[in-house]
């Protein structure tokens, strides 16, 4: 079953074993959908209730309000539209970030992301942030990326960043600690407010500032060109 440009969206009940879906309008999200192929939600989405979304790729052209639910993609997501109030974030697939994406609880993305359009944010509410795969700019240029935990938590990447398609300005902020397991490659700048734990090589163009801790799990070189590298404490 193909389901395409439908108006409006209101379900409390799941969705399951269609082809497409495709939504012109709003859509009200109360239960899980699985699709064998896409979905797209061009209007804003809101979620009243914790949501799986078992798909191909998904794409939201416009917000989503978590309603203070969870949100995980099991597929690919392409976010096209700013995301927010949801509690627990994940994708199993690749990641499309082309907004901002804001939730209480933690962000988890399990498969390659590309920071896309323009400067991009990421917030959280005092929790964890974890990269398993790359991080990317796209192909028009090196995009900034700040992660924003508000209160301390742990920013992990475990595939390389910027390998492909630098990033700009990476930031860490919210006394937001690092824990590097792969190299940071050509980003402009590095900062960090909370602690370090840097397990691999990074390379910028301009500064990096490490503001806490910095403990060493491997033997990194840390490299810029004719820019300062600042350690405020031990």
Known sequence: ITTTNIGNLTTTAAIWNIGTLSVAGTSSIGANITTSSTQAYTGAVTLTANTTLQVSTV???STIN???FSLAI????????AISNVTIFSVSGTTSLGADVSTTGTQTYSGAVTVNGAARILTTTGNNVTFSSTVNSDSG???NLTIATGTAATVQFNGTVGNTYALGAIALTGSAALDLNAAITSAASLSVSGTSDLGANVTTSGTQTYTGAVT???????TTTANTIT???T
């Open 59 to 61: 794409t939201n052209s």
């Open 66 to 68: 978590g309603g203070g």
């Open 231 to 233: 350690f405020t404490s």
């Open 74 to 81: 099991t597929g690919n997501s392409s976010i096209g539209g």
């Open 141 to 143: 240029g090196a995009r």
């Open 216 to 222: 060493l799990s491997a033997s990194p070189t840390l």
